[in-house]
């Protein structure tokens, strides 16, 4: 909502765009965005989309991840585990 202008006082066009409507001059494409044509040129049914492949990659990943966490858990107390018992030897 704009407010009235006292006459005689001029107004600077930042003052107009922060007092105005900012969606007044907003009008809708006719066409669609390219979200929504490629949803709708998806296939309907059957075969693999997108969605499920890159489900699978994501699923390989986190495994190949979780993979390497335990790896590293299991060598890591092994030689722990030499160290402790390399030191009771030498004492």
Partial sequence: ??????????????????????????????????????VAAAPQSGGLGSQAISMAVLGLGLAGLVG????????RQRVLVRRSSSARNEH
């Fill in 68 to 75: 390497g966490v335990l790896v590293a858990a299991v060598r």
């Fill in 1 to 38: 909502m704009a407010r009235p202008q006292a006459a005689g006082r001029s107004v600077s066009p930042a003052t107009r765009s922060a007092t105005g409507d900012v969606w007044s001059g907003y009008a809708a494409r006719g066409s669609a965005s390219l979200a929504t044509a490629d």
